[in-house]
């Protein structure tokens, strides 16, 4: 089992809909997750951090997290075409002397439809 | 502008030759990592460094070497015993305690 799981995609969302991303990690001591949006050729940009159960809003972006059932998700809202890119869901690994370990899923790849 | 500068965003070099990659922050973040990312992948962790003069091993550090002179550099060698050296290479930095890495424009560097 891979230890952060994400679906490859593509996931194809029409413009203006709610684009529905999700992740399931393994670690059950994980306790930092992380959404980065990579476009095409370009380096990960961080857009969502969340650390507690629950639901946490920016702007058009919603990270929801169940720490057990061990999942995570992202919901982009009013969906655009420039959020046509690949998004990475991380965890934060085991700690070893205040080292921010991450492991990344493999990545979705979202295309919106104008 | 603080940041993180990688160079240079491309480089080409036959087998049997090492090459360094640059990296350098002025964010005043303690950490820093370097990753590698192949195509349809995620990202994995090769090294990173907690504090000036120390660093650990990631998950694939084999043929790679790097140092931590300064708290803003951490260059990447990229040693020929690395058998596919071809990749998109990033590097990122985190201020500690919260884990939220920031990455660098990266160095696709391609190896023939």
């Known amino acids: 089992q891979k230890e952060v799981e994400q679906n490859s995609g593509p996931l194809s969302v029409p413009e203006g809909a709610i684009a529905s991303l999700n992740c399931t990690y393994s670690?059950?001591?994980?306790?930092?997750f992380f959404w980065y949006r990579q476009y095409s050729g370009k380096s990960p940009e961080l857009i969502m951090s969340i650390y507690s159960n629950g639901d946490k809003e920016d702007g058009r972006f919603t990270a929801q997290l169940n720490k057990a059932s061990q999942y995570v998700s992202l919901l982009i809202r009013d969906s655009q075409p420039s959020d046509s890119a690949t998004y990475l869901c991380?965890?934060?690994?085991?700690?070893?002397?205040?080292?921010?370990?991450?492991?990344f899923g493999q990545g979705t790849r979202l295309t919106i439809n104008p | 502008d603080g940041g993180i500068t990688q160079s240079p965003k491309y480089l080409f070099r036959k087998e049997g030759q090492n090459v360094t990659l640059s990296c350098e922050q002025n964010?005043?973040?303690?950490?820093m990592y370097w990753y590698r990312q192949d195509p349809g992948q995620g990202l994995r962790l090769i090294y990173y460094s907690q504090i000036v003069n120390d660093f650990q091993k990631g998950d694939i550090a084999e043929g790679y070497s790097v140092s931590r002179e300064k708290k803003e550099s951490f260059p990447l060698t990229v040693t020929s015993a690395q058998k596919n050296p071809t990749a998109f290479y990033l590097c990122?930095?985190?201020?500690?305690?919260?884990?939220?890495?920031?990455f660098g424009p990266g160095t696709r560097l391609t190896v023939t």
């Open positions: 670690d059950r001591v994980s306790q930092s």
């Open positions: 991380a965890v934060r690994g085991t700690s070893y002397q205040g080292a921010q370990k991450l492991v």
């Open positions: 964010l005043n973040h303690d950490a």
């Open positions: 990122a930095s985190s201020i500690g305690g919260r884990g939220e890495q920031y």
